[in-house]
């Protein structure tokens, strides 16, 4: 598939903004046919054509034209960010001169000039969803549709932005790559990388070195290290960074969040047409690559320890992150179904999300959708518009706990089929998921035919691996400020900050905290807070 250009995505810079990019690098001339970039390249630089032209070419798609560079165009994008190798290459066409920014050096030509990263910034996302639409960048997955560990694959480079192409290994396609690759059924899920790398049913980690999105934590000493980039996180990481803090941020699987797993955020201020989590998570971390911070994933935190002068982080790779105060950011997840199968089908026909990932399994399938909240309902929207039908399950009544506009959307909405004051006691299914058993409250008992349930009933913090000085509150949330004062864990004379926790220079943001509102905006306000916080304790 050809990438149509645009004004946005390939936009031409202006005589002023050429000369600012001249002052701030160097020319170079390219004979025709000469590499300048080639896929796999890593530390990739900026490049701004001056004359002649740059043709952009997919190796992974059999070396096809994307676009071509003309003058005061340029190349890259979000990767010129976030440091990874290059995806495409770029070959000179005709004597052609190019003014070159080294890529060490292009945050800080983007803090000079906010107008021109901005329409740097701007572009290089469209670039990538772009990529992503085309679906023939980057990394190919072979696995079955409904396995778990192929749905983690491919939910982790989803939530890192990085293109990649699917295919069912059930089917006649998936077949030939196998064999192909090579591999066969007990190898699933497969792997080829953008290299030539094979991987057979690699883990997260592996994933992630093989296609270098994993990065060395350097050993220093952090003004702050925040664990978790939901909303929360990711705020307090663009507010941190660019006020000068060194600043590190964690993330499990990447960055998004609960909020990453929503199809449409509609009621976000700002945004009066919506926005996807997807779409959420890449401008947050645009913005905290932006000023300087550094992101790292897939890194699961195991432990912290308090220390006099700095926290350590211990991780499960058996890295240390030091840091003078740590943010805890890393939210709350969505409580599973206790019914017999759903741990069975979990990331296999049961989703705790609804991002292209998974919609993608039900195109022309009826779907179930538990849950009345917020979340649920956006779920059963989206997937209205891909799948055959949604059957939405409700406890109670539809209307508490959701926004008006959305209850008034799904009362009016023919292809969603709501199930009030009604529970699902079983999930039916031999090798994948083929329906519900529900129970109304009058006890009726009753069959729906569905290849996939999604379900939002309620979250759960991730707190049980902190340490005990830290106090929670019944439900496992972390007290904070006057609470955290009087939990009886305080050791300080003084008085916390408001979101400081028992355990001095430990902060808490988002749902993961005692009294959190389940909103993004709540969540984005959090994180800001914490960095009037963070600046207290620092002095």
Request: hydrophobic share 40%; proline share 5%; with cysteine.
């Amino acid at each position: 598939m050809e990438i149509i250009s645009s004004e946005v995505a390939f936009p031409r810079l202006s005589n002023e903004e050429m000369d600012v990019i001249r002052a701030n690098g160097t020319c170079r001339r390219y004979r025709d046919g000469e590499v300048v970039v080639e896929a796999g390249d890593h530390n990739v630089d900026f490049y701004v054509v001056e004359s002649g032209s740059l043709q952009i070419i997919n190796p992974a798609d059999n070396d096809r034209e994307v676009t071509v560079h003309h003058p005061h165009e340029f190349t890259g994008d979000i990767d010129l960010l976030t440091r990874r190798p290059s995806i495409l290459s770029a070959i000179a066409r005709g004597e052609t001169m190019l003014v070159r920014v080294p890529g060490n050096q292009f945050r800080e030509l983007l803090g000079k000039l906010p107008r021109l990263a901005e329409k740097l910034i701007v572009a290089f996302q469209i670039r990538r969803q772009l990529l992503q639409q085309a679906g023939v960048a980057g990394v190919k997955i072979v696995g079955k549709a409904r396995c778990p560990a192929t749905t983690i694959l491919r939910e982790f480079l989803h939530r890192n932005f990085l293109p990649f192409a699917w295919t069912d290994s059930d089917t006649p396609e998936g077949l030939s790559e196998l064999e192909r690759l090579g591999k066969r059924d007990g190898d699933l899920p497969v792997v080829e990388c953008r290299d030539g790398t094979v991987l057979a049913n690699p883990t997260l980690g592996q994933l992630a070195r093989a296609v270098g999105v994993q990065q060395p934590c350097p050993n220093t000493v952090f003004d702050v290290a925040i664990i978790g980039s939901g909303p929360a996180g990711m705020t307090a990481g663009v507010y941190a960074a660019s006020e000068g803090l060194s600043t590190v941020v964690l993330d499990r699987l990447g960055p998004g969040g609960q909020a990453g797993g929503s199809s449409v955020i509609e009621n976000f201020i700002g945004f009066p047409s919506g926005l996807s989590g997807t779409e959420l998570a890449t401008r947050g971390v645009l913005q905290m690559l932006k000023f300087g911070a550094l992101l790292l994933a897939p890194v699961e935190v195991k432990s912290l320890e308090h220390g006099a002068e700095h926290h350590t982080i211990f991780t499960s790779d058996d890295q240390a992150i030091r840091a003078r105060i740590i943010l805890i950011a890393c939210g709350a997840t969505w409580r599973r179904r206790e019914v017999e199968n759903a741990e069975r089908f979990e990331r296999a026909g049961v989703y705790y999300a609804a991002t292209a990932v998974e919609a993608r399994l039900c195109t022309g399938q009826q779907v179930a959708v538990v849950g009345g909240g917020n979340s649920g309902g956006q779920a059963a929207m989206y997937l209205s518009e891909c799948s055959a039908g949604v059957h939405f399950i409700l406890r109670g009544e539809l209307g508490p706990g959701m926004s008006e506009y959305l209850v008034n959307r799904i009362r009016n909405n023919p292809h969603i089929q709501v199930h009030t004051q009604t529970s699902v006691t079983r999930i039916l299914g031999d090798t994948h998921v083929s329906g519900i058993e529900i129970r109304s409250e009058s006890g009726q008992e009753s069959t729906i035919d569905c290849s996939a349930v999604f379900v939002f009933i309620g979250a759960v913090p991730n707190s049980s691996w902190l340490p005990p000085q830290i106090a929670r509150d019944d439900d496992g949330y972390l007290l904070t400020g006057s609470h955290a004062a009087n939990s009886g864990k305080w050791p300080l004379e003084r008085e916390p900050c408001e979101l400081e926790t028992s355990m001095p220079r430990v902060l808490a943001a988002g749902d993961v905290r005692s009294g959190a509102t389940k909103r993004v905006a709540f969540a984005v306000g959090d994180g800001a807070l914490a960095v009037t916080c963070i600046h207290r304790l620092l002095r």
